[in-house]
């Protein structure tokens, strides 16, 4: 009797565990494929003060349009040799027809991924833009438990160096401008930017006393860049009073719950605000989904690889 109740729960655990098993596969099955699934979202910001776009006017607006000033936000490229689906991808979102781009780092995850980087960059490096690296532009990734992600603790970078050096003078070879720890002043069409940003603040690599201090007050559009969206960091750029930031890291969650529900976000920012456009005090943050992911963990749930167009509108003019 006793012989025949342990075989039937040897039986029971084993058809349990296949089943796990099947359904495990089938998940990670799911999760891979959605890694070629890629999306753009588009949000609307209004922070220009009026007549900024000379709307209304003959010859006004950014790049001969009278209404909105475009930022292609990309970062978390992640990029390994023989992606062709994300360089193309990439490539084609020339014709959203950005006025600016902003790179907020992880654009490596191989040693050999510079080429195609640049090759899914390449229409988007005609376009001026800013950048700032992640700690995966610097350092290879480790390999580790895919689900250890969940567990969110910081993982410790590898001691193998990527070559961000020569990526980083092939975008200023283009023309972007690097905002690692450095104010930036320039005028894209008739908007006037200043753009600063930090160093990877998730591996401590920030030293804001670098770029401390308020932006010059004679910018229509005050810029803020940092790999990861640390809280610290971004309460020191609310304080100086930029009006928008822009972060990735988070890939807003990755392996989420159903409706894009961030389980961790691998850094001090909330779960609510592991993607997408939020309110950060008095400014405006942006937490991009990002575009790929370590190579050894490569699934995403319920969380497309991403980039976003924000259409920097101005105020509405209320009569006084």
């Given at each position: ?29 799911w ?12 949000y609307?910001?209004?922070?220009l003060?009026p ?83 992640g ?58 930017l ?23 007050e ?17 309460d ?16 807003g969650g ?7 529900r ?11 605000r ?47």
């Open positions: 009797m006793v012989n025949s109740t342990i075989r039937k729960i040897l039986a029971i655990t084993s058809t349990t565990g296949a089943v796990g098993a099947a359904g495990g596969l089938a998940l990670a099955a999760g891979w494929s959605e890694l070629r699934k890629f999306q753009l979202h588009e609307t910001v209004p922070l003060e007549g900024t776009l000379g709307i209304g006017k003959l010859g006004g607006g950014a790049s001969g349009r009278k209404n909105d000033f475009r930022i292609l936000h990309i970062s978390d490229l992640h990029m390994i040799p023989g992606q062709q689906t994300k360089i193309e991808w990439v490539s084609q979102l020339a014709d959203t027809k950005p006025d600016l781009v902003i790179n907020t780092g992880d654009n490596l995850s191989h040693l050999k991924a510079v080429p195609e980087v640049l090759r899914a960059l390449g229409p988007l490096l005609r376009v001026p833009g800013f950048f700032v690296f700690t995966n532009d610097y350092f290879a990734p480790r390999p580790v438990n895919p689900f250890g992600y969940l567990l969110a603790k910081k993982r410790k970078v590898s001691k193998v160096e990527l070559p961000w050096q020569g990526m980083r003078a092939a975008f200023l070879e283009h023309g972007w401008l690097d905002a690692t720890h450095t104010r930036r002043e320039i005028k894209v069409g008739p908007v006037k200043a753009v600063t940003g930090v160093d990877d603040p998730h591996h401590d690599l920030d030293d804001y006393s670098r770029v401390a201090g308020p932006p010059n004679r910018a229509d559009l005050a810029l803020a860049l940092s790999h990861a969206p640390e809280p610290r960091v971004l020191q750029f609310a304080a100086d009073g930029y009006h928008l930031t822009l972060c990735g890291h988070t890939h990755q392996l989420c719950l159903p409706g894009g961030a389980i961790v976000t691998n850094c001090g920012i909330d779960r609510e592991a993607s997408g456009l939020h309110r950060w005090k008095n400014m405006y943050l942006h937490v991009s989904n990002g575009l790929g992911t370590s190579r050894f963990v490569p699934f995403r749930l319920f969380c497309r690889p991403s980039a976003t167009l924000l259409h920097i509108v101005e105020k509405p003019a209320y009569p006084s």
